[in-house]
């Protein structure tokens, strides 16, 4: 925010983007005029923090497999989430259409 001159913003995070966004709330609580939160927690278990860890320690030593295992991340998380979002649960439950349905697109999203 410094280097393009922003002093005070709504911050908006998904999932550990979310736990990032807070905490820049509580290290810096004048530059934050809002959070939208998402998919996130305040928390992270044991095996999260060495996930984490791992993908720090990657940056750090700037891993060449880096890229790959962040995409492969992404697939793994994030292969159901257009079922989740048609359904509400990765259940497949059924249940009435929401707006968040209606907006979906038919076909499934690129991956």
Not at 31 to 54: E, K
């Amino acid at each position: 925010m410094d280097s393009i001159g922003i002093d005070h913003a709504h911050i908006a995070g998904f999932s550990l983007g979310g736990t990032i966004a807070m905490r820049m709330a509580i290290d810096h609580p004048a530059r934050v005029r809002g959070l939208v939160l998402v998919a996130t927690s305040s928390r992270v278990g044991r095996a999260a923090a060495d996930w984490y860890q791992q993908r720090v320690d990657m940056v750090n030593r700037n891993d060449p497999e880096l890229r790959a295992t962040l995409d492969r991340d992404a697939a793994d998380v994030y292969a159901e989430s257009v079922s989740e979002l048609r359904t509400g649960s990765s259940s497949g439950a059924n249940r009435p259409p929401t707006r968040v349905d209606m907006a979906m697109p038919a076909r499934p999203w690129p991956r």
